[in-house]
């Protein structure tokens, strides 16, 4: 029997259901046997540490750091990650090989039908600082409290009447079967978190062979699309703390990028949208640029870098 390509995810129900995506990608493009494949779950901080928000006790390093010993090791050939989990900048011996097909970008909303349909002076749940922002940017009279955890978690606060309603990326919940959950909520309402709904593949940058399977699963518009919005992150110096919003789209050969920065309650805001050719570096660079002259105080010297 040849040795198993080892594919390594955390182990949380989501993680797994994206790292099956790629198995069965694999299995699809290379002609392998199921049994070519095995998928290793490995624990990580991130999947701990349910209490606090994400960017007080660490930011998206929690979700990376194991899989990245084991990647660096040698116990796994690739990684799976949701994209929007994985840090702005990654280290120079890791390449993202792949990216799937992306999902619906959208935020669902959970508990109401719809941000206008929130009660005056409502809860909500949410540890998103961007959630949070753009929420309060519409509707400053409502109140947000901390909600963390998978969606199981989530649901159940909201149940035992912690908050009127929260959001989840709609990506997760379809990913996970929960159609039934939440309303979808407009990008012209809420622009998706950079990367949302989108599944990368990294590799060891020397690994030819790794890179060469996985490069065969690549859907290349969800690359191209993820790629800037991760370029507008980095020009930004833009991390898990920062009340931002991008998306790109690719029609034909124009790749549009939208982008919105805010301050932490969303009082001010400055947004962008610029449109120029898939994989030029300079599109999210001038945008960043360009959002960055323009932003308000408050905005700005959230993202001095
Ligand atoms: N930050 C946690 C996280 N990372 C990826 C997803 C969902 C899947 C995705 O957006 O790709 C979620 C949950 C959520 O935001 O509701």
Known sequence: ?????????????????????????????????????????????????????????????????????????????CSVHSMKDVETFRPDWVTIAAMLPRADVRDRIVGVDSVEALRQGAVVGTSSPRRAAQLRKLRPDIETVLFRGNVDTRLAKLAAGEADATFLAAAGLERLGRHDVGIAVPVETMLP?????????EVRADDRDAHARIAAIDHPVTHACVTAERGLLAALHAD??????????????????????????????????????????????????????????????????
Request: proline share 7%; aromatic share 2%; hydrophobic share 40%.
């Open 1 to 77: 029997m040849p040795t198993p390509f080892r594919i390594g995810t955390r182990g949380s129900p989501l993680a797994l259901v994206q790292a099956n995506m790629v198995r069965d990608a694999l299995i699809a493009a290379h002609g392998w046997s199921p049994d070519h494949v095995e998928i290793v779950p490995i624990r990580t901080t991130g999947d701990r540490v349910q209490d606090r928000a994400l960017a007080e006790i660490g930011g998206k390093a929690l979700w990376t750091k194991e899989l990245d010993r084991a990647l660096h090791q040698g116990d796994i050939d």
């Open 193 to 201: 978190a950079p990367s949302q709904g989108a599944v990368g593949i």
């Open 240 to 305: 898990c703390h920062s009340p931002v919003g991008a998306l790109a789209t690719l029609e034909g050969a124009i790749l549009t990028l939208r982008a919105e920065l805010l301050s932490e309650d969303g009082s001010e805001h400055v947004h962008g949208q610029e449109a120029g050719a898939p994989g030029d570096p300079e599109l999210p660079r001038t945008m960043a640029a360009d959002l960055l002259a323009r932003a308000p105080d408050a905005v700005r010297r959230l993202f001095a870098g």
